[in-house]
């Protein structure tokens, strides 16, 4: 947590997809007053498990 005046700046990587919700969530907890920015910092390789359902998924997929 960086402080900068009154402010708290926190930095941290989140993976996209929990970030669906946030903005929503952030501004009930702080009664509107915190906002928040993203920007992209880097790929990251999807773990086997997840890979494999998602390969299965597209194979069920193509096949109907």
């Known amino acids: ?6 402010l708290r700046v926190i930095s941290a990587h989140v993976p996209l997809a929990e970030t ?3 903005a ?3 501004r ?6 915190a906002s928040y920015t993203m920007e992209f910092d ?4 999807v773990p ?3 890979a ?3 390969s299965g998924r597209m194979q069920g997929a193509v096949r109907r």
């Open 28 to 33: 009930s907890v702080t009664q509107g007053r």
């Open 52 to 54: 494999e359902q998602v």
């Open 20 to 22: 669906f919700g946030y």
């Open 1 to 6: 947590v960086d402080h900068r005046g009154h």
């Open 42 to 45: 880097h790929y990251s390789e």
């Open 24 to 26: 929503t969530t952030l």
């Open 48 to 50: 086997a498990s997840i």
